[in-house]
């Protein structure tokens, strides 16, 4: 299902070639329509018509009202369940696309080509699609699989240091729940490029298909993906609401050391086996001021978080580097404990 392509996009040409697809939609945002599409387009070698459909870029387009927006566009437009909609872009793309797809005639063929690290890694992987409700992150979505995921590493190059840090720390968090090699190899690298971090980018999305393969719907071992997210979700959705939102990988890389606190406050890691995690999370990622939020905001987003079951807040939390257990019920005091062992480490 994920393929590399070529400097000829031959892959995806000999695949359509052999498809009969009523009519092709490529949904874009503003920045893939500049920087990614007029590469694709120019390798694009195929007789089906195709329409671009254009979104603006940012985690506040996705949403019901731009799936609205989409699902309106392909009536106008007589798209019928013979067609297939391309997604090219990053992770709101992959997730609010895949969404839109498989929810439009209950459910048209889709394919997902990420261009960021984000969505190379995580976002595009797993048939999870979605949108926000009310500020909450992916709180409505399907489980629907692309058809096909292909990846041109080479989109990275126009992405923004920033960018490339937030797919980052999904590969992370991939190497601390699943793989210590993958980690050891991640913390090695002293700069996060395009260059550096390519050789690293299709080890980083096995690990996780190797997961969603031994539990597509998410009732066990898939959950442990989640390690960062808990707390991490929480301060996303309160940044968005703010006036200075902060990337998803931010607010992940924020998560996994709140997280890998929290797992050394509960037993299951050591004291060191946390500082070295934290330490080497902190290498790359700013601090991110959380004094302005208030501690029953951020708990109220913890206890409507959607892995949560019969009102109890649920982590996936490390046992080691490399392993991770999941559906972990933390005490109160030691998340609060873990969220300002955090607020304390202003000084990185």
């Known amino acids: 299902m994920i393929?590399?392509?070529?400097?000829?996009?031959?892959?995806?040409?000999?695949?359509?070639?052999?498809?009969?697809?009523?009519?092709?939609?490529?949904?874009?945002?503003?920045?893939?329509?500049?920087?990614?599409?007029?590469?694709?387009?120019?390798?694009?070698?195929?007789?089906?018509?195709?329409?671009?459909?254009?979104?603006?870029?940012?985690?506040?387009?996705?949403?019901?009202?731009?799936?609205?927006?989409?699902?309106?566009?392909?009536?106008?437009?007589?798209?019928?369940?013979?067609?297939?909609?391309?997604?090219?872009?990053?992770?709101?793309?992959?997730?609010?696309?895949?969404?839109?797809?498989?929810?439009?005639?209950?459910?048209?063929?889709?394919?997902?080509?990420?261009?960021?690290?984000?969505?190379?890694?995580?976002?595009?992987?797993?048939?999870?699609?979605?949108?926000?409700?009310?500020?909450?992150?992916?709180?409505?979505?399907?489980?629907?699989?692309?058809?096909?995921?292909?990846?041109?590493?080479?989109?990275?190059?126009?992405?923004?240091?920033?960018?490339?840090?937030?797919?980052f720390a999904e590969m992370l968090k991939h190497g601390l729940i699943a793989d210590k090699k993958h980690w050891e190899d991640l913390i090695q690298l002293h700069e996060v490029d395009a260059l550096g971090i390519e050789p690293f980018i299709q080890q980083s999305m096995e690990i996780k298909q190797e997961v969603v393969n031994a539990d597509i719907n998410e009732k066990n071992v898939r959950k442990t993906l989640n390690f960062g997210h808990t707390i991490g979700h929480a301060i996303e959705s309160l940044c968005l609401q703010s006036e200075n939102p902060i990337l998803h990988g931010e607010a992940v890389a924020l998560g996994m050391i709140c997280e890998s606190h929290l797992s050394y406050l509960e037993g299951l890691i050591s004291k060191e086996e946390s500082e070295v995690i934290i330490e080497n999370i902190q290498k790359h990622f700013c601090f991110i001021d959380l004094n302005n939020f208030k501690e029953e905001d951020i708990f109220n987003l913890l206890l409507n978080d959607k892995k949560n079951a019969d009102a109890k807040i649920n982590f996936s939390l490390l046992t080691g580097i490399g392993s991770c257990v999941f559906d972990h019920e933390c005490s109160t005091e030691n998340i609060q404990k873990s969220i300002n062992f955090y607020k304390k480490l202003s000084g990185f």
């Not at 019901?64 to 391309?86: F, G, P, S, Y």
């Not at 709180?139 to 989109?155: A, C, H, N």
Request: proline share 3%.
């Open 3 to 167: 393929t590399l392509l070529d400097e000829s996009f031959r892959q995806i040409n000999q695949y359509l070639s052999g498809k009969s697809f009523s009519k092709i939609f490529i949904l874009v945002d503003e920045n893939t329509h500049e920087y990614c599409l007029p590469l694709f387009l120019g390798n694009l070698e195929t007789e089906i018509s195709f329409e671009i459909l254009e979104i603006e870029a940012g985690e506040e387009m996705k949403n019901i009202q731009t799936v609205n927006q989409l699902w309106e566009i392909l009536t106008e437009m007589k798209a019928d369940r013979k067609a297939l909609i391309i997604n090219l872009g990053g992770g709101v793309i992959t997730d609010l696309g895949g969404f839109v797809a498989s929810t439009y005639k209950r459910g048209i063929q889709f394919i997902n080509i990420p261009t960021t690290l984000l969505a190379m890694c995580d976002a595009s992987i797993g048939g999870k699609t979605g949108i926000d409700l009310m500020h909450y992150k992916n709180m409505v979505g399907t489980f629907s699989f692309p058809e096909q995921i292909y990846v041109y590493p080479k989109f990275l190059e126009t992405l923004p240091a920033k960018e490339l840090k937030s797919g």
